[in-house]
């Protein structure tokens, strides 16, 4: 099957920066639409950032200009980049991919909501 994996989260003190890292494993024939979603306790999970295939990006308003998501589909990566990091950030913070990859029978198959485990950023005031 695929699975995807987060890292590079961590404490910061407000105004540092962070990146993440969602690599995707198994069997992929390619990498549809990412994003990156935050969660803090007692809340909803929100989308911070998308990248399509294309490259095309969407943000939310509240990381707009500050958080940077790129691509790199040969390593079938997606990077999260963080600047001027504010306590509010704080959250853990999930990847979701849509990965087309190849069934154990040979056959092409489709998951358009892979997530994963999750990676802790605490951002210090």
């Known amino acids: 099957q695929v699975r995807v994996l987060e890292s590079g989260g961590g404490l910061v003190q407000a105004g540092g920066s962070l990146r993440l890292s969602c690599v995707a494993s198994?069997?992929?024939?390619?990498?549809?639409?990412v994003g990156w979603y935050r969660q803090v306790p007692g809340k909803q999970r929100e989308l911070a950032a998308t990248i399509a295939i294309g490259g095309n990006t969407n943000y939310a308003e509240s990381v707009k200009g500050r958080f940077t998501i790129s691509r790199d589909n040969a390593k079938n990566t997606v990077y999260l980049q963080m600047n001027s990091l504010k306590p509010e950030d704080t959250a853990v913070y999930y990847c979701?991919?849509?990965?087309?990859?190849?069934?154990?029978?040979?056959?092409?198959?489709?998951?358009?909501?892979?997530w994963g485990q999750g990676t802790q950023v605490t951002v210090s005031s």
């Open positions: 198994g069997r992929i024939r390619s990498i549809g639409s």
């Open positions: 979701n991919a849509d990965i087309t990859y190849y069934s154990s029978g040979g056959y092409l198959a489709r998951k358009s909501d892979v």
